[in-house]
């Protein structure tokens, strides 16, 4: 967190969610009118687990990521896609490299932990391919 820092990561989250909308797979399982509020989310959280910061449980309690996310069909196709633009929009916040390798380690988990459809288990996705 030390190479990314708050601003870092606070850029990072504004370019994911910039691609969000108009993306085919990832766009229709966001909602629409509360944008801002995803983007806020998502930003809370990596502060809470990359930093230590309180705030996302404050608001929200514990973070219970898969069960919030049940709602919606989360397979290996929107885990890769959710994967590529964040590895984009890391890229384009112009991470360090090393902080890079380490949030893609952290967002892949993250993402594979999310899935909830059944089909072949394993990881065969590298974002900086």
């Given at each position: ?6 601003q ?7 370019l ?11 766009g ?39 069960g919030?996310?049940?709602?919606f ?16 929009s ?40």
């Amino acid at each position: 967190m030390d190479r990314v820092g708050r601003q870092g990561l606070e850029r990072m989250v504004k370019l994911f969610y910039a691609k969000v909308p108009s993306d085919d797979i990832l766009g229709p399982m966001y909602p629409k009118g509360d944008m801002q509020g995803a983007e806020e989310r998502l930003f809370d959280f990596l502060m809470f687990r990359l930093a230590g910061d309180p705030t996302y449980t404050e608001k929200r309690g514990h973070p219970r990521l898969r069960g919030r996310h049940m709602p919606f069909k989360i397979g290996a196709r929107e885990r890769d896609r959710w994967v590529e633009l964040m590895a984009a929009s890391m890229r384009e916040a112009e991470i360090p490299e090393d902080a890079a390798v380490q949030l893609d380690a952290f967002f892949l988990q993250v993402a594979d932990f999310m899935r909830n459809v059944p089909e072949g288990n394993g990881i065969n996705f590298n974002p900086r391919a």
